[in-house]
């Protein structure tokens, strides 16, 4: 992240203009971010800890043989079926993969081509295959009226993809459902990115995009100091690890694990 974000910043002194208007708040938004988070994750564990100690041995026997629920979310359908290991499962692929799209741009964005392929891809509403076609036959037989069992695929762009998880990934950290989503730290984190993102792709998607558009190169510079913070949030690895230079597969998961 630190060398794209030289290069952007040594483009916009070759082209004339400043990156601060954009990034001069996000790193301070940012540290804020981040110090809530650790309030979070202080009080979830805290939480945890006093229900193990006010149940005692003599029910601590149920806990071990359903553990999930001690990290419930607590979401709109609170319970064991959305716990971070859960949502981790589910949306962790999806958020990875689009990570590695995203960043895929980097070299597109500081030669500052907003018709680029690449960029384009990301923000094409036909892009992806978000869910593949299923066959809707029973034991071979097609049932439908009009005989049309082969099923259609559903294709979005990359860029409202990564919306959706990142939202549903960062909504899952949380104590419980009585905090509101837009008080996580997290789902914070995630919508100062797609603000900065929201802004970008109207840049971009236009019928002639600018060969060279300096509010599209300086929201995508923004974007990837929030992404890098909500990574840390999500207990993701940050955008320079090289983590991100794979593919990553989209379907739920079996595993909480980065693997």
Known sequence: MLKLTLFLSALAVS???????????????????????????????DFVASSAALVGFTTAAALI?????????????????TTIPIAKRRYYGRVQQAVHEYLLMGPAVVAGDMSEAGIQTFFDINGVVVVAAKRKDINGSCTKKDRDCKGREIRDSRWNDMKASMYLLGNAFRINQQKAPDNLPTVRAAKAFFKEMDAMEKCVVTKKPKKFD?????????GLEILDTYLDLVELPPIDSGHYDQEFNTLVGESARIT
């Open 15 to 45: 082209k004339g203009f400043s990156l601060t208007p954009y990034v001069s708040t996000v790193k301070a938004n940012s540290q804020s971010m981040l110090l809530n988070a650790k309030s979070e994750t202080i009080a979830r564990r």
């Open 65 to 81: 043989a359903e553990p999930e629920p001690a990290l419930a979310s607590g979401g709109a359908t609170a319970g064991k079926y």
């Open 214 to 222: 300096k509010e599209a190169i300086g929201h995508y510079a923004a």
